[in-house]
């Protein structure tokens, strides 16, 4: 600070201390990025790689050496007054610049090993796609596809038809149409059946469905104006009725998919309120969600489990309390959205179904352009539609199968994790214990089916760095924690990725030690 002739302070503008002429002389000896090119390492990084990937490798390496010299003025000053060989110092190559290629090479969607035992892990991709899904993908995206094509019309189809069928006949609805996910069908079904009006909802069903995105906000965005009753425990019938008016376009419901609410409670079954809204000309939309269409107690669907398969008894346990599209359509409801990456177990879908007039009135709706299905999801979901319809969910559809595992199938795959550890990585020291896993997905909340998990400890190595570097692998290995080990959950351990899974633990301890 200064003073002026008036004895009034004036501000002296901050200037940044200039660096010290050693870090100058070492930040000088940087090589360029052409230094680098031209090195041996760089010359046969080029022979091997594209051009843009070493430049860009040799970019970051540069940047990260200049960082790290004016962080670190001791090695800046070392290098500044170390001998002159020609040679410009600090040398960059060697591994860490073959390094940085391949990280820069290395597609950022990628595959991962799931070792956390959360079947329907939303950063994880959700469900797993049935094989039969993964064949029928591959045949449609590699040329064209008849995905708006009527090849015995020879005219323009709808893509909708390659699995209204399907749908209707698996859940007894007169109509479906599918969307990209399942908030695109709330929004859509809502704007379609009670833009400009309202819809009446139980306050204790005003969720967050992940992301941040909320009921309350979908609503708003499909123009339709909210009208809470209840309160957050309890909701009875009189209080849908009671609120019903000139105005009111539906009564919606929305299943807590990915909470519980336990204690002093009540709600209003969908056989109820559905018959209410019929007397009042007012149609019932239920937000199912996690979209479960396995009927264990339904014997008129061919898409039904064997009652003497060890299957059905697992799955009837996990699956207790879980209404199914079926049977919430069967009671009333006149329109139900749910997704087809949850305990479907297809792709990524929001499919609606219901009565036809109001599922006409979707699909004629100028929203469906913009969240209508691509001809790979398509593909995907009538894949694995047929697989329910034939019956043999239990043994194609992924999600369910690990879902579903039977305790001696996980005790035989913690057998052979622990294995190929002592083969692989002798140096961790591996155990197993008892756990629980879960489903995930914002499906099937509290529920915890019992698991096994194989703890990994190494020496001098903590479980966060542990962690850190399996996730760093290629392909990543994502664990969970627990106290001061890393836990392998063996339910989401598919079995060809026993050994591979071992061989990225050795890595990872390795990479983490050098």
């Not at 200064?2 to 050693?22: C, K, R, Y």
């Not at 009927?295 to 207790?320: E, H, I, Y």
Request: charged share 25%; aromatic share 2%.
């Amino acid at each position: 600070m200064t003073e002026n002739n008036s004895g009034e302070a004036n501000a002296v503008p901050n200037v940044a201390p200039a660096p010290p002429p050693h870090e100058n002389r070492a930040l000088r000896q940087l090589p360029s990025v052409e230094d680098v090119l031209r090195s041996p390492d760089g010359v046969a990084l080029l022979s091997d790689h594209p051009r843009w990937a070493v430049v860009a490798a040799a970019r970051a390496e540069i940047a990260d050496r200049r960082a790290e010299l004016r962080r670190d003025h001791g090695a800046a000053s070392d290098i500044a007054d170390g001998p002159w060989n020609g040679v410009r110092s600090p040398a960059i190559g060697g591994p860490a610049l073959a390094a940085r290629v391949s990280a820069f090479l290395r597609p950022s969607l990628r595959r991962v090993i799931n070792a956390t035992g959360v079947v329907l892990h939303t950063n994880l991709g959700r469900a797993p796609l049935a094989e039969r899904a993964l064949a029928r993908v591959q045949e449609i995206a590699r040329g064209y596809s008849t995905l708006e094509y009527d090849p015995g019309e020879r005219a323009r189809g709808s893509r909708h038809a390659h699995v209204t069928d399907l749908l209707s006949e698996l859940t007894g609805a007169e109509a479906a149409a599918v969307v990209n996910n399942n908030a695109a069908a709330v929004l859509l079904t809502l704007a379609a059946a009670a833009g400009g009006r309202e819809a009446v909802v139980s306050r204790g069903e005003m969720v967050e469905i992940g992301g941040g995105f909320r009921i309350p906000d979908v609503m708003r965005q499909a123009g339709v104006t909210l009208r809470e009753v209840g309160t957050t425990n309890k909701t009875r019938l009189a209080d849908y009725t009671g609120a019903a008016g000139p105005q009111t376009a539906l009564f919606l419901k929305v299943h807590r998919s990915n909470f519980t609410v336990a204690g002093f409670t009540e709600e209003v079954g969908v056989a109820a309120l559905a018959e209410a809204g019929r007397a009042r000309g007012i149609p019932t939309m239920i937000d199912l969600g996690s979209g479960s269409i396995v009927d264990l107690d339904f014997d008129g669907n061919p898409q039904r489990v064997p009652k003497t398969s060890s299957f059905r008894q697992v799955l009837r346990s996990v699956l207790a309390g879980e209404p199914t599209v079926r049977t919430l359509l069967r009671d009333g409801a006149d329109l139900c959205t749910f997704s087809g990456d949850k305990l479907l177990g297809g792709p990524q879908a929001g499919l609606i179904v219901g009565r036809r007039a109001l599922v006409d009135q979707v699909r004629a709706h100028p929203l469906m352009r913009a969240v209508r299905p691509d001809k790979m999801t398509l593909a995907a979901l009538e894949a694995t539609l047929e697989i329910y319809r034939e019956g043999s969910a239990a043994h194609e559809i992924p999600a369910l199968r690990m879902i579903a595992s039977a305790p001696e199938v996980l005790a035989a795959r913690k057998d052979r994790l622990l294995e190929a550890l002592a083969a692989h990585a002798p140096r961790v020291v591996a155990t197993a214990r008892a756990g629980r896993s879960a489903v995930g997905g914002g499906a099937l909340p509290g529920v915890e089916p019992e698991s096994w998990m194989v703890e990994l400890a190494a020496p001098a190595l903590g479980a966060e760095a542990l962690a850190d570097a399996l996730a760093a692998g290629d392909p990543p290995v994502v664990a969970r924690i627990g106290g001061d080990r890393v836990l392998l959950d063996v339910r989401t351990l598919a079995d060809d990725e026993i050994d591979e899974t071992a061989t990225a633990v050795a890595r990872a301890v390795q990479r983490v030690r050098t």
